[in-house]
């Protein structure tokens, strides 16, 4: 298998552009979602875990009781931001919302 396509600078601004839910930071993509409990929390969780594993690219993530986020770039492409970070951004965006969760900022 091939390693991810590295984003441009000007690839990379497109893409988060059209991610409300994602931030660039510290050289990798993250955001944090919120759901109306810890049960919620770790349904979406399970959901990232079985995508991420489906697509051999995981994340790292914290979780405080009903808080999640993310933060993650590729580490087989040396640490850059790739198209498959994006394509997991949006699989864990639909699975906050199928769950009911939101982002929030990062304070």
């Avoid at 991610?19 to 919620?40: C, H, M, P, Q, T």
């Avoid at 498959?84 to 982002?103: K, M, N, P």
């Amino acid at each position: 298998m091939s390693a991810p396509q590295i984003l441009t600078p000007e690839e990379l601004a497109e893409a988060i552009a059209k991610r409300s839910d994602w931030v660039l930071k510290d050289g990798k993509i993250g955001a944090k979602f919120e759901f109306k409990d810890f049960k919620n929390a770790m349904a979406f969780i399970t959901i990232v875990a079985l995508e991420a594993e489906k697509h051999n690219h995981h994340p790292t993530w914290t979780n405080s009781w009903n808080i999640v986020e993310f933060s993650f770039c590729t580490h087989d492409a040396g640490n850059k931001i790739t198209e498959l970070d994006f394509l997991l951004a949006d699989l864990i965006s639909q699975a906050a919302l199928q769950i009911g969760g939101g982002s929030i900022d990062d304070d």
